[in-house]
């Protein structure tokens, strides 16, 4: 069991932050205001919940496979712990950004925010490849390969089916009333 | 460099064609889908006449819902965009030093800052929220598309933004100026929409009015805004418009002389003239946006 928590743990912080993060990416452009929080808060939730729903089929078929046999857990760790290297640093880099992001100069935030995030972002895929490569690597088991390769490549397609379920559209604005929000002060 | 020799830039963008008004009484007027993807075919954008062909239509009439959530659509994520690269505080920071010779030379009461071209005005919007430049700063955005001024108006009275939106043209706007000594006249990826033929009389527009000063940002042309503007466009922008129009801005931006060339032929020596392209060996997107400004002597 605490192998299996070993294991599972990283991966299930991996996929709720990329989740998270494709989640807010959704809900980013959508409705043009300058106060984001709430709609961030709501993507992320929703990202997260799509991500995991995404990995389960493949979470299943392991489960099924692996049979509670010692050696099939063992070879599932060793490809779990390929991935966590893999992309372990690269969630560790984007988180490391949304926070120098939150507490820096505009500057700063102008070169985190594209150069930085945007590139991450932008190299998800192939961090993604290079990840099922690891696993293959360091397992040499086709079935393990094949069964992270399909884990990995449902968890991209969070921000894709995240979009389509929640952001499809631009959102309706509100009619003006009388009572309104409170405003809020923006960096 | 001779303005009037200056190479033509005037490809045409998907919105440019989706969006007509009667020039008399403003109002809006159908788009028909053969005369639209026919402007884009002659300026060489097929994939974008594609595009306007595949949107709805009745009776050779562009449907005006889709329509809508077009602009809507592109300019929500265009505004998101802006805000990523900290444009608003890129504009705050640039224009702090004209509101400030305004108020020097012409002394204490309010200073107008026009946002012509606005869109959904999320620069001035944000300007406003944040007070960024005191509290006797009154902010205004003007733009020809009556369904993004209403967007803006709403935004502003949702987040309780003092800001006011009016529809015009930015030509008319900078002729009509009430109080042009103490107003600093602002746009945001307006210069290469107005086109390099009629740039010199767009700038003359601001002498006859009697501007104080004016701060106008585009695109830093180069290769890091070439390549970052593509990057950030591929994972951030869903709009197939945003991305076809987008990338097609970038290449549209007028460089540093041809702007300034532009510019004094359009001001003369009235105005004490700025802009400088900011070549860079590592990527900068502080100042990927850089305006030519003017300020009157």
Redesign the interface.
Known sequence: MMTLALMVTPLALLVAFHGAAAGI?AA????????HRRAERMGAARGIGVAFALVTPAVIVGAVVTNGERERLDVYQQGGLAVAVVAGPVAATAALAFGVALVAS??V???V???VI??L??VRPAVAAVAVVAVWLATRDVMATALFGFATASALQAHRVT?RLWYA???T????TTS???????? | MNPAAAPSLDRLEILDVLWRRDPTTGTREPVHTADAAARLRASGQARGARFIESLPQTGGVLDQDALD?VF??V???????SE???VP??MA?GIAPLIAAVREREGPGPVHVIDVGCG?G?DV??MA??KIHGPDVEYVGVDLNGLLIE?A???A?????SATFVVGDAFEAVATIAHPDRTVLISQGLLHHVGADRLTEFFSRHHESGLAAFAHFDVNPGFWSTL?GW??H?????EPVSRHDGNLSLRRALDAPALLAHARAGVGDFYSLECADVAAWL????R?LRPIVGVRR
């Open positions: 990416r980013a452009g959508r409705d043009g205001r300058l106060d505009w500057q935030r102008a070169f925010n594209t150069v945007g590139g972002e932008f979009a559209s631009p959102a604005l509100p009619p003006i309104q929000e409170e405003p809020h002060a923006h960096r | 959530r809507l659509g300019h929500y994520e265009l505004a998101r965009l990523y690269l900290q505080q890129r920071a959904i999320l919007r944000w929220s944040a967007a108006t709403r935004l009275a949702i987040e309780l933004v970052g990057v950030l591929r994972v951030r922008m869903r990527p900068a997107p502080h990927a």
